[in-house]
């Protein structure tokens, strides 16, 4: 699993891990952890974050995905689907307002997996630490209203 999934080796809170085996093996998995969908802090915000709420009054979170692999030998044999489609399904359990992820511009294979499943696209820079940052997209999915 890749270490960033992680807080000091550890599964970080709020988040969930689900994996693939094959074998005893595992040759995929996906984290993703449940946080509060804000605006940015800026001039308009009076320099807080601005939490987005619901209709009711109620504030909504979103569940964003950490980390997505699936080994070489095993892509393109539904692996990366099934993850996906229990990214989305734990978020709906959780009662979250969405599923979103990062996916930089060289991950075809990704996109192509992505858009099938219906998410929306958002193209944007991700700001890295401490370097430039990199072009690539969000995927958004709403699953619950």
Same mark, same amino acid.
């Given at each position: 699993?890749?270490?960033? =999934?992680?807080?000091?080796?550890?599964?970080? /809170?709020?988040?969930?891990?689900?994996?693939?085996?094959?074998?005893? =093996?595992?040759?995929?998995?996906?984290?993703?952890?449940?946080?509060?969908?804000?605006? /940015?802090?800026?001039?308009?915000?009076?320099?807080? /974050?601005?939490?987005?709420?619901?209709?009711?009054?109620?504030?909504?979170?979103?569940?964003?995905?950490?980390?997505?692999?699936?080994?070489?030998?095993?892509?393109?044999?539904?692996?990366?689907?099934?993850?996906?489609?229990?990214?989305?399904?734990?978020?709906?359990?959780?009662?979250?307002?969405?599923?979103?992820?990062?996916?930089?511009?060289?991950?075809?294979?990704?996109? =192509?997996?992505?858009?099938?499943?219906?998410? =929306?696209?958002? /193209?944007?820079?991700?700001?890295?630490?401490?370097?430039?940052?990199?072009?690539?997209?969000?995927?958004?999915?709403?699953?619950?209203?």
């Amino acid at each position: 699993m890749a270490q960033h =999934a992680l807080h000091e080796g550890q599964p970080k /809170p709020d988040t969930t891990y689900l994996g693939v085996t094959v074998e005893g =093996a595992v040759i995929g998995h996906i984290a993703i952890r449940r946080q509060r969908l804000e605006v /940015p802090p800026s001039a308009l915000t009076g320099g807080a /974050p601005l939490v987005l709420h619901d209709g009711v009054g109620r504030p909504l979170d979103e569940m964003f995905v950490q980390t997505f692999a699936v080994e070489d030998g095993h892509r393109r044999q539904v692996h990366g689907r099934r993850l996906q489609q229990a990214a989305i399904q734990q978020t709906r359990q959780q009662g979250c307002y969405q599923l979103r992820s990062w996916s930089s511009a060289d991950a075809v294979a990704n996109y =192509a997996l992505k858009l099938s499943l219906g998410f =929306a696209v958002h /193209p944007a820079l991700y700001p890295m630490p401490g370097g430039a940052p990199l072009s690539g997209v969000y995927f958004v999915m709403v699953v619950h209203s």
